[in-house]
């Protein structure tokens, strides 16, 4: 499997980005590649096996220009080059666009300098004259700059190969620019661009689009330097099926926030209980452990784990593979909460046994979903040598029995970050949240 992520680093936006910033076309491109690495690197999304760069295929989408022409889909004049569409017979049939019915300035794809040179307003640039204050590129047409259509078929053509299986992209580029794509594709290489199309709802804020114009645009940098973790965006996005509109609100962060600091604690099971410092080793204590509940826990944890599969084999379902984990989480948490309330807690074989199970499953399943244990879920702000004086402080004051006390020292240890876990009257100790 070969995963291939391709970057615009020259159109008509960060051409204007360069003149407002008096900076270059390849500094605003190079910032914002940088800029998005550190954004993925902090959500922990692997790095695709290659990530070209439309500047780099110049040579490649002159020759793939070159065939559209030669087969008669393409024409030049002035130093442009257009698609003609209507030498298409097939065109719109991934967004069920009719080509006759088509406005002639939808999606912007006709301006008043194009209308002399174009022979049908719906055809779109293959190539662009350059402009005085524009960089440019050597061609066959003479110079200019690659349109943004081409500039993904060649990418695609080059690093995948004429068909691929599977392409992915935003709703709202399913036309013109992934129609343009099959276009150009299946013209020049006379073969079907890719077997399934991935597309994924926008993004909105309080029910509206989000959007720099409504002033309700957020980073993914914004959004954890307000606190939020890495984890918890991660798992608010899976939360959500690819294909729907994924709603940024309060109410939804915070819900999302509360339900993987339960996964996380439940991750953390190893760490907080003495029970489970040590590997849990099955040859020993499947003796002490009844054969039929033995059995019973496997059968449960296969089906979870069937359940999970099914789940992402159906559409990407990650909603329905998130609640398999919540149900994996739950004992887990409940246990935690026990030894959190309980000074001492006892367990039988058959409970160790179903924990670590279960354990061991969530751990295999987060994974899969790229969901990691987080050491800090937020900035705590308070170094462990406060954090043990203020445990020392509490255990005092429980000893007099001021509670009232000893509980607002739990809750401002729990303010910043860090989680209390009881294991005698003697002995507490924390973790990071």
Known sequence: ??????FTDIDDKILKRAKEENSSMKEVSEKNIIEFHKDMDSLGIMRPDSMPKA???????????????????????????????????????????????????QQGRMNKDEN????????????????????????????????????????????????????????????????????QSESANGKKLANYWLHNGMVNVNGQKMSK???????IRELIKSGISPMTLRYFVLTVNYRKPL??????????????????????????????????????QNELIEEKYREKVYDEISQKKQEFVDSLSNDLN????????????????????????LNNVEINSNKKFFLFENFITLKELTEVLGLKKEVALIDSKIDEEQILSLINERLEAKKIKNYEKADNIRNLLKGKGIELIDQSPEKTTWIKI
Not at 1 to 6: D, K, L, W
Request: with cysteine; hydrophobic share 35%.
């Open 1 to 6: 499997m070969r995963y291939v992520q391709n």
């Open 55 to 105: 500047t780099n295929h110049i040579c490649n989408i002159c020759s793939f220009i070159t065939i559209l022409e030669e087969k008669g889909y393409a024409y030049s004049k002035d130093g442009d080059v257009y698609y003609s569409v209507f030498k298409n017979k097939n065109y719109g049939k991934l967004s069920n666009q009719n080509i006759q019915e088509q406005n002639i300035n």
């Open 116 to 183: 002399s040179k174009k022979v049908n307003p719906q055809d779109f640039a293959l190539w662009k004259k350059a402009k005085d204050d524009e960089p440019s590129f050597d061609s066959p047409w003479g110079k200019g700059r690659p349109g943004w259509h081409i500039e993904c078929s060649a990418m695609v053509k080059d690093e995948l190969g004429e068909t691929i299986d599977i392409h992915l992209g935003g709703s709202d580029l399913i036309f013109p620019h992934h129609e343009n794509e099959i276009a």
């Open 213 to 219: 114009s409504l002033k309700n645009f957020k980073t």
């Open 247 to 284: 709603d940024f609100t309060e109410e939804s962060l915070k819900s999302a926030a509360e339900a993987w600091k339960n996964i996380n604690i439940a991750l953390s099971l190893v760490e907080i209980s003495k029970e489970f410092t040590i590997s849990f080793n099955k040859n020993e």
């Open 318 to 341: 990650t909603a329905g593979a998130i609640a398999i984990i919540y149900e994996l989480a739950k004992p887990l948490k409940n246990f935690i909460n026990q030894l959190q309330r």
